[in-house]
């Protein structure tokens, strides 16, 4: 059996008497587009949040390639390869958008410019942001030069995933990449999910939009009351009945997975 | 370059492409103050010299243009600071408290003790550099809001700076020269010229290389345009916060050496109004008040304004209070103008 890039084994996660993740599990297989689906209050975002470094869960275990890791902010997440496409983008809108590919990992110039006067190197970031952008198919935006908030949602989604494409080395994650975008964007932004699937990076994809799980899916990971209540084929369960499994009005079939 | 920014014509394609719009005129000189936000002072800057050099004869000489090189040099000096603050959606208040009570340690050690001039210059600047680190701490630990925090240092500085001082001037005479040197003048081609003034224009230089060369000057304006997003992209921002407080703290301890060589004394009731006049130079400059926009030279260019305004109008003889309503109205002027840039469409 293949070993998962990424797996959590019974993961907590309690805010006050909530409880949002109970013991929640999650095998991501390489170079895979896992779904995760889930109604509001499953535990969808924790899980994601968790496996991100953005919150730090009160039990359980993360494992990447087999190996136990601890993640106590994104950075950790990030330096074990693991890049995340958030809901909010996480992007900085007065920036431009070379700056934004390479914010919080800017590159310095070569020699005494670089180590004593700290001087970015502008150019090398732009040139490379634009082979990121050309490599995704998205060389219609004009400039890396742009400021990021003179872009479309679509746009500004591109720069996101090309981010995380560009950085990730292991894993891809993006939190409803076409929850705010319009048919044509949305579209775009999925053919930008295969591309990273085609790079070889797997890919977690969270999404409440059953149509584009269907469609790029390879698995699809049900979360229910802070667990996985199943993983199934898109190939072989129907849509409703995955929407019935993560609405508790079905049980899966057979054994999960 | 930029220059297919605008007129760019996507295919229409990609969904994913630029947009080709076509801009009224308005709204393209939205654009452009969009993208260089320090375009309008300057405008307002050379408009006013001009204005003024035609209403006074006396307003372009040597002399006027060094009086208000001086004149501007101390809130110059607060303004490098305050921008770096603002444009992390902050606010310092406790600026000229600061400036005032380093101007009192460094002065008052050295007058006391007899301590050489480098040395309590040095002091002045760890003290300077502390006060800013504590409304860092306060910021970041406590999560309090920067009005809030620098509201309350503000009247701790100032109180530590009377009961220190003894609300007591200390006299040029008393003190080492090194603390008056920033009074002292260069001849720059027929202009006398402080070297404190030299001093702020280093100074803003430096700055605006480091905001925007260094990957520290980015993270200052990532942390002011979205805290949250800079936090999830990697950037430690509570230490961009702490950094940024604290190296204003330090640039407010050479405001108070500028201020020493310019009242050739240390008070300390001097400067009171001085922390909402470097948030006018700041504003005015085309720095936003919410953060994340904006630019050094802006705040100089601000100052500058201010100086230029008051010091033009008292040439052609008008009363200082027009003067003072003159630089209210620049203000609300200038922050509608960055309300208005704020508003642009993609």
Known sequence: MTTPVLQARGLVKRYGRVTALAGADLELLPGEILAVIGDNGAGKSSLIKALSGAVVPDEGEILVDG???????????????????????????????AANLFLGRERRRRGVLGSVFRMLDRNGMRDEARRQLDALGIM???????????????????????????????????????????VRESRAVLDLVLQVRERGLPVILISHNMPHVFEVADRIHIQRLGRRKAVVDPKTVSMSDAVAIMTGAMEPPGQFA | MSTTLSQSHSSGGNPLGGDDTKRSPLARLQHLLHSQATIGPAAVLLVAIVVFAVLSPRFLTPGNISLILQQVAVI??????????????????????????????????????????????????????????LNGLLVTRLKLPPFIVTLGTLNVFFALNLWYSESATIRG???????????????????????????????????????????????????????????????????????????????????????????????PQAGQMDNLDSITAVVIGGTSLFGGRGAIVGSLIGALIVGVFRNGLALAGVDVLWQTLAVGVLIIVAVSLDQWIRKVKP
């Open chain 2, 76 to 133: 110059g000096t607060l303004a490098v600071g305050q921008t770096i603050v603002i444009l992390t959606a902050g606010i310092d208040l406790s600026c000229g408290a600061i400036m005032v009570l380093t101007s009192i340690v460094m002065a008052k050690v050295a007058a006391d003790t007899g301590l050489p001039g480098l040395p309590a210059l040095l002091l002045g600047f760890l003290v300077g550099t502390l006060c800013g680190l």
């Open chain 1, 140 to 182: 219609t935006i004009q400039n890396p030069g742009q400021a990021v908030e003179t872009l479309s949602g679509g746009q500004r989604q591109a720069v996101a995933v090309a981010r995380a494409a560009a950085f990730g080395s292991r894993v891809v994650i993006m939190d409803e990449p076409t929850a705010a975008l319009g």
């Open chain 2, 173 to 267: 005479t008393d003190m080492p020269s090194l603390l008056l040197w920033t009074g002292q003048t260069i001849n720059l081609g027929g202009t006398r010229v402080t070297y404190g003034s030299i001093m702020m224009v280093v100074l803003v230089a430096a700055m605006a290389f480091a905001l925007k060369n260094t990957a520290w000057g980015r993270h200052v304006y990532a942390t002011g345009d979205d805290l949250e997003a800079s936090r999830l992209s990697g950037i430690r921002t509570a230490r961009v916060l702490l950094s940024v407080y604290a190296t204003a703290g330090a640039v407010y301890a050479l405001a108070a050496w500028v201020l020493i060589g310019r009242i050739a004394s240390a008070s």
């Open chain 1, 67 to 97: 190996r136990p890791v601890s993640f106590s902010s994104p950075i950790d997440a990030r330096d074990a390869g693991i890049e995340t496409v958030h809901q909010s983008l996480a992007v900085s809108p007065s920036l431009d958008i």
